[in-house]
T-cell receptor, first 114, second 111 residues
Framework: NAGVMQNPRHLVRRRGQEARLRCSPM?????VYWYRQLPEEGLKFMVY????????ESGMPKERFSAEFPKEGPSILRIQQVVRGDSAAYFC????????????FGPGTRLTVT | KNEVEQSPQNLTAQEGEFITINCSYS?????LHWLQQHPGGGIVSLFM???GKKKHGRLIATINIQEKHSSLHITASHPRDSAVYIC?????????????FGKGTLLTVNP
């Protein structure tokens, strides 16, 4: 039973390009969370999605960032026109429901903006 | 403000020593998680607890709801335990799916 999968594991983008980060939840999980870990800072919540719905995007920057979790396929975190400050590790987690259950984390995508 | 504080920030120990990492939070929670992250690596969930004590191998996690405090203990520490240990909580209320994280404790266990 595969765990949470994220790809790519490492992504290098030049300023102004787009970054697409993918997350496949554990089998049977329909709840996905994205977290960001900036250098020398703790993890911060970004967005919570269920299949085809954004439940809470209160942690997402207002511009350039978007997330989706379509009926088929992985969840996507999209960052348009990346800037150096977007360089971070982005982790996704999944759970079987949204309330008081374990969240299982993926290995993360390390984004470097040059 | 909903906050999570961890101490110490850095901890160095000799192999075999008993390790304690502390976590305090500001308001009521529905659950607390202890996570492990190796440098440059992914995040592994060690424990989720809402009361009492849990044990897995050499790891023990305790929580005192009244004092808003949790501890993670490692018995007979080993160099492979070297990692960042992160406390994360779900604050009570409407958004109890959302994890709020401490800044982590960097543990180094020397042989």
């Amino acid at each position: 039973n595969a765990g949470v999968m994220q790809n790519p594991r490492h992504l290098v983008r030049r300023r102004g390009q787009e970054a697409r980060l993918r997350c496949s939840p554990m089998k049977g999980h329909s709840h996905v969370y994205w977290y960001r870990q900036l250098p020398e800072e703790g993890l911060k919540f970004m967005v919570y999605l269920q299949k085809e719905n954004i439940i809470d995007e209160s942690g997402m920057p207002k511009e350039r960032f978007s997330a989706e979790f379509p009926k088929e396929g992985p969840s996507i975190l999209r960052i348009q026109q990346v800037v150096r400050g977007d360089s971070a590790a982005y982790f996704c987690a999944s759970s079987s429901s949204g309330d008081r259950v374990e969240q299982y984390f993926g290995p993360g995508t390390r984004l470097t903006v040059t | 403000k909903n906050e999570v504080e961890q101490s110490p920030q850095n901890l160095t120990a000799q192999e075999g020593e008993f390790i304690t990492i502390n976590c305090s939070y500001s308001v009521g929670i529905s659950a607390l998680h202890w996570l492990q992250q190796h440098p440059g690596g992914g995040i592994v969930s060690l424990f989720m607890l809402s009361s009492g004590k849990k044990k897995h191998g050499r790891l023990i996690a305790t929580i005192n709801i009244q004092e808003k405090h949790s501890s993670l203990h490692i018995t007979a520490s080993h160099p492979r335990d070297s990692a960042v240990y992160i406390c994360a909580v779900r604050f009570s209320g409407g958004s109890n799916y959302k994890l709020t994280f401490g800044k982590g404790t960097l543990l180094t266990v020397n042989p």
